[in-house]
């Protein structure tokens, strides 16, 4: 969550994940209203709202990143603020400080396909879509061919947060998406919090992606022993 838990600690943050052996960093932008996020996510977000964070300042700390930060980053946030920003200036802005992507959980995929995708591509960001396990076989196709980066494969029907383990019913999706050999890499979020679930989910998938865990380190932490938070997913 970027501008938690204190206001300016987004980019030493982002350097120290590099460091410890990071494939690629997601920077939440915050909201009021974080319909995906379960309560750690949606509490550091409040508290970045607190501390200020705003988009023109996520904007400003990240202007020089590409100086020190060599691995894809991606900025996940809600429609709403970009709209007010402009999309289209949004997307410039992204493009001029090395910003890879967007996950925009409430942007369906059909509006992005009409109304956005040629601006994403004018600039070239990649935009990354959430499937779930109701989502269908037909639409997780439609998501496939208007994507070009990876599918973000949510691992239950619910909000983030940082689960013990995944049950037959996921091992179950988790093979359904692997037999419709998509065309992007699929990678896993939302439950992954230690070092069994990153290899259960990756055992199906690409990657995982952990937030809420990783979040409740660094409150617990004060963005300290990140290196400890990564070796123990790793290990």
Do not use: W
């Amino acid at each position: 969550t970027a501008g938690y838990p204190s206001l300016n600690d987004t980019v030493s943050i982002i350097q120290d994940l590099e460091k410890n052996g990071v494939d690629m960093i997601e920077i939440g932008l915050p909201f009021s209203d974080p319909l995906a996020d379960g309560p750690t996510i949606q509490d550091s977000s409040t508290q970045a709202l607190k501390n200020g964070m705003t988009t023109e300042v996520l904007f400003n700390q990240l202007k020089d990143i590409r100086k020190t930060v060599n691995i894809p980053l991606i900025i996940m946030g809600y429609f709403n603020p970009m709209l007010q920003y402009g999309v289209e200036a949004f997307c410039k802005k992204c493009k001029e400080i090395g910003i890879d992507g967007l996950i925009i959980p409430d942007l369906p995929v059909d509006v992005y396909h009409e109304e956005y995708q040629a601006t994403f591509e004018k600039y070239g960001l990649i935009n990354v879509f959430l499937i779930t396990p109701q989502t269908s076989d037909e639409r997780i196709r439609f998501i496939d061919s208007v994507s070009n980066g990876f599918i973000y494969m949510v691992s239950s029907a619910s909000t983030t947060g940082a689960k013990s383990g995944f049950g037959n019913e996921q091992a179950a999706y988790f093979e359904r998406i692997n037999s419709l050999n998509l065309k992007n890499p699929q990678i896993v979020g939302f439950g992954i919090s230690n070092n069994s679930t990153f290899k259960a989910a990756t055992k199906y998938a690409k990657g995982a992606i952990i937030g809420s865990a990783f979040v409740k380190h660094i409150t617990a932490n004060n963005a300290q022993n990140i290196d400890a938070f990564v070796n123990s997913i790793l290990k």
